[in-house]
């Protein structure tokens, strides 16, 4: 396409899955995207983890998007990622049992570790977030993005863990920040609060963060992520509807 041409002599882009010179997502494979969120659930689940939605599997496009806006900072997949977590907010809010009668809702990122983006000198999980509420605002969901958690320190790279070593390596290594959920109470009393993150791999991350906010009063209605790692995930419920989600999703 001539726009895809002309972004490119622009930039000298290419998509980071096909690699056809242009956009860092080209319109054909970011077409091929789910257009529903996806039910999931890690195998084992962390006991006592809240419903889990993401956009789709940790595969193809959105994981090379995904690596490419975390690792090599590329802004152009901002928000593609932002938008990709707003679907799984959406179908969160609409089909997590018990959720939909409550006020506000607020997005919460999972803290990042210590220095980890410090050093980048960035907040790539905080951006999609933050364009994620600002994309349900626009479609009429009265939602904030606020960050109640920060990490303790002494977390080890989770890469290469378990399962059991990643629950290990963060247990207790999250808290949230005093003054924020204080400010949370005043603008939102009955808040839904969605915590989210870039990946669920193991639900670790994710059960660490719901922890924490639970011992400091903030109950987590579910976890929305971008997307989730397949290996990791079993059947929930019975598959629904798009047969792309294969036998261990429900959409
Ligand atoms: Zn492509």
Redesign the pocket.
């Known amino acids: 396409m001539l726009i895809d041409a002309l972004v490119d002599l622009a930039l000298g882009s290419h ?6 010179p242009g956009r860092l ?6 077409a091929g995207l789910s257009t529903a969120g996806i039910s999931v659930r890690p195998d084992p689940p962390p006991p006592g983890l809240v419903e889990c939605w993401a956009s789709g599997t940790y595969d193809g ?1 959105l994981r090379r998007a995904v690596i490419g806006h975390k690792e090599d900072g590329l802004l152009g997949l901002s928000r593609l990622l932002g938008e990709r977590l707003a679907l799984a907010v959406r179908d969160g809010l609409h089909r997590t049992p018990g959720v939909a009668s409550s006020t506000g809702v607020v997005l919460v990122p999972v803290p990042s570790r210590p220095g980890a983006d410090r050093a980048r000198g960035d907040d790539p999980l905080g951006r999609l977030v933050r364009i994620a509420a600002r994309q349900l605002r626009a479609e009429g969901v009265d939602v904030r993005a606020m960050a109640l958690l920060r990490s303790r320190g002494g977390v080890r790279d989770q890469a290469g863990l378990d399962a059991r070593a990643r629950t290990d390596n963060l247990a207790g290594s999250m808290r949230t920040h005093r003054r924020t959920v204080e400010r949370l109470a005043v603008v939102s009393p009955r808040p839904r609060v969605v915590l989210c993150d870039d990946v669920l791999t193991t639900g670790a991350t994710a059960r660490e963060g719901q922890r924490a906010l639970t011992a400091s009063g903030v109950p987590v209605s579910f976890v929305a992520v971008v997307a989730a790692v397949e290996r990791q995930l079993r059947p929930s419920r019975p598959v629904v509807g798009d047969p792309k989600a294969g036998g261990f999703l429900t959409s």
């Open positions: 998509c980071v899955e096909c690699g056809q997502a080209c319109p054909a494979c970011t496009l």
